[in-house]
């Protein structure tokens, strides 16, 4: 209660807590790991911190994903759980790479590798030696489906399968054949970051081994290690000791290895080698398809809004060499056994831990989003401001510091809290660079031209080494390159802006034509007030209409690009002009050849009447018209012996502007001369 009575409407602030959506699982550990990380558990609230699902996602799945939410699962991964896609790619690094992809039994894809599977096994049949073959379906698991056969030619070429070459010669521990599943953790694909898990599951069979037969082919209790179908067998033995039983723990393993005087270090590091090579085939594909579901996202790993942990099965064989079976995308998670339930609930929430997820990410996301939507609708349209090369290459040094010191203080925090999972690429030994090279020769074999630019982008911090005191050291030398270019430059006087160019004539004419003889323009737009005294009245109305083209033809808009063959079509027009109307003064007064000489230096009509010939005068000009089609016009003389239009034959129609044309459209925008179009 406040001092006036009034009850008090403060309250604390309740803490934001991290939620993790179990609505797509079925497994009761992703639970119990959330509850001792103090999270909360929802199965509605699609705004969660983490979701997890069992079954796979899209790229339309991983676009709406806020960037503070991280899902269990990579669009692309399929590329190497499916059987037939893992086979189908290790083949061809296997093709590039004979030497680093031997880790993988010869396999074939039916029905495409029908033919080389029959060739394969002829050849077999020649040498008398006798294989045997398992078959998987091509997108199976928990092992339905499979069974063994030594008859190749019992399948048909239509049959949807994988069928790969049977490993007859496992190692054997306690008279029992068995495969490991490890887990791995893929942190993020932009960069690629791996983690292993120290620890794994040792699945056995429930039979003994024996080589198989055509008798014990179908004996899968002794042939297969899976644990969906080992559990339902009589002999399953469920303990809680992780030294006994059908599953214990890789512990074991390591204790009967040197009890057996064999390296499990070499066999760990094979093992390592393994993992990297698979998924260096897998990133090609799972880099472009999240770059394509997010475009525009920073390439940093504490970013990446996807994680996967993965179930390889691994068999190692009497020579303690290691082979890839298969690889699980969502690896079972029931905990059956006290092995089980301690493995996999470390995984989960060591997994959980190293995702580095904060309760501030979300309102810090949702700020961001606010603030890129204001910037992009408040930005002015014209930006006249150009960025300089220093200050260009100022921001690019400041956001490479930045992103240097999120990877650092990230990788600081991984390694800190990974438990047993430990960092196996990028790999901090001398065989990083040989993944390297291995990465960007499978972004050349799978992306083909694209590759090299993903290639570019997606590494680049992998071939740098520059550190945090380089880049303060080049981003002060750039800012004192900038200050003594700036103290050393001054600034320019500006120039007197140039006198405009006084051209009367050109505004006179219809297009800005060069200038023409006095005579010629005192001819054709002179007002009949200015023309000699002995011309009729006949040719007083011809130099009417002759000027009111002259006002039409002045009011047209020519386009720029037409403005330079406009100048030389008119002063071709007006010399033709010119030199008929020569022609015509020297055929009408014979006698007068001095005197046309000295009209010639002076440009005026002098005396006597200006005959026209009949005869047509013809010349070619280009005009542009509205609808931007060319025309090539030829314009006929308009009377005989005068310039008047009442002499003309009426064989034209009248238009609308009350002359005798042809062509009406030609007259509306031209005036009253007769001109015939030819297109």
């Known amino acids: 209660m406040s001092v006036d009575g009034s009850k008090s409407t403060s309250k604390k602030k309740k803490r934001a807590a991290i939620t993790v959506n179990v609505h797509g699982t079925r497994y009761d550990v992703v639970r119990r790991c959330a509850e001792a990380l103090g999270y909360k558990t929802t199965t509605e609230n699609d705004d969660s911190f983490i979701i997890w699902s069992d079954h796979t996602i899209n790229a339309e799945r991983c676009a709406e994903l806020k960037p503070y939410q991280r899902i269990n699962h990579f669009p692309g991964m399929g590329e190497i759980a499916r059987k037939d896609c893992l086979a189908r790619n290790l083949q061809k690094m296997q093709r590039s790479q004979p030497d680093e992809y031997d880790f993988f039994p010869k396999t074939w894809n039916l029905p495409a590798d029908y033919t080389s599977l029959m060739n394969h096994y002829l050849d077999l049949k020649k040498r008398r030696k006798c294989k045997t073959f398992i078959c998987k379906p091509s997108n199976g698991a928990m092992g339905n489906g499979i069974h063994l056969l030594q008859n190749v030619e019992k399948l048909s070429m239509h049959d949807n399968l994988v069928v790969q070459e049977y490993l007859e010669r496992p190692l054997i521990v306690d008279g029992m054949k068995f495969d490991l599943r490890i887990y791995v953790l893929v942190l993020s694909c932009d960069p690629l970051k ?102 525009g996202t920073t390439s940093c790993a504490s970013s990446s809004v996807c994680f996967e942990i993965l179930g390889m099965d691994i068999f190692i064989d009497r020579k303690l060499r290691p082979w890839l079976l298969e690889v699980n995308r969502s690896p079972s998670f029931g905990c059956d056994s006290k092995v089980d339930a301690d493995i996999k609930f470390d995984v989960i929430r060591t997994a959980f831990s190293l995702l580095n997820l904060k309760p501030s990410e979300k309102w810090r996301a949702l700020a961001a989003q606010k603030q890129l939507s204001r910037a992009r609708l408040l930005k002015p349209r014209n930006n006249l401001e150009r960025k300089t090369q220093f200050s260009i290459r100022k921001t690019f040094l400041r956001s490479q510091l930045h992103e240097l010191r999120r990877v650092s203080e990230q990788t600081k925090y991984e390694d800190k809290n990974s438990g047993k999972f430990h960092r196996i690429f990028p790999a901090r030994t001398s065989k990083q660079a040989d993944y390297i090279k291995l990465l960007n020769g499978a972004f050349k074999t799978f992306l083909a031209g694209r590759g090299s630019m993903l290639e570019q982008k997606s590494h680049q911090g992998m071939l740098q080494h520059l550190r945090e005191s380089e880049l303060l050291d080049m981003l002060q030398q750039c800012e004192h390159e900038e200050q003594t270019a700036l103290s050393n430059v001054n600034p320019p006087e500006r120039a007197p802006k140039p006198a405009p160019k006084i051209q009367p004539l050109a505004k006179l004419r219809p ?169």
Request: charged share 25%; net charge positive; with cysteine.
């Open 194 to 295: 791996i983690f292993l898990y120290d620890d794994g599951l040792m699945r056995f069979s429930t039979d003994e081994y024996a080589p198989p037969t055509e008798k014990n082919l179908d004996n899968m209790y002794m042939h297969l290690t899976n644990y969906s179908i080992n559990k339902s067998s009589e002999n399953y033995e469920n303990c809680d000791d992780e030294n006994r039983g059908s599953k214990r723990s890789i512990k074991y393993l390591k204790m009967w290895m040197a009890s057996h005087n064999y390296s499990f270090t070499m066999l760990w590091n094979s093992i390592t080698d393994i993992v990297i090579k698979t998924l260096i085939v897998a990133e090609p594909y799972l880099l472009h398809t999240y770059r394509m579901a997010r475009p």
């Open 511 to 679: 297009w800005s034509s060069p200038p023409v003889s006095p005579f010629l323009f005192s001819r054709y737009t002179s007002s009949p007030s200015s023309l000699p005294n002995n011309s009729n009245a006949s040719y007083s109305g011809s130099e009417h209409n002759l000027h009111t083209y002259g006002e039409r033809a002045r009011r047209l808009r020519m386009n720029d690009d037409m403005e330079v063959s406009m100048r030389k079509s008119n002063a071709l027009l007006l010399k033709q002009i010119d030199s008929l109307f020569k022609k015509d003064r020297e055929s009408a007064s014979p006698d007068s050849q001095d005197t046309a000489k000295k009209d010639q230096t002076t440009r005026k009509p002098q005396g006597g009447k200006v005959p026209f010939r009949s005869k047509k005068i013809v010349f070619n000009s280009i005009i542009k018209y509205k609808n931007k089609s060319m025309l090539s016009c030829s314009i006929n003389n308009l009377g005989e012996n005068s310039l008047d239009m009442s002499s003309r034959p009426m064989r034209a129609k009248k238009c609308c502007h009350n002359r005798f044309c042809s062509c009406p459209e030609l007259c509306s925008r031209l005036g009253n001369y007769h001109l015939k179009s030819s297109r």
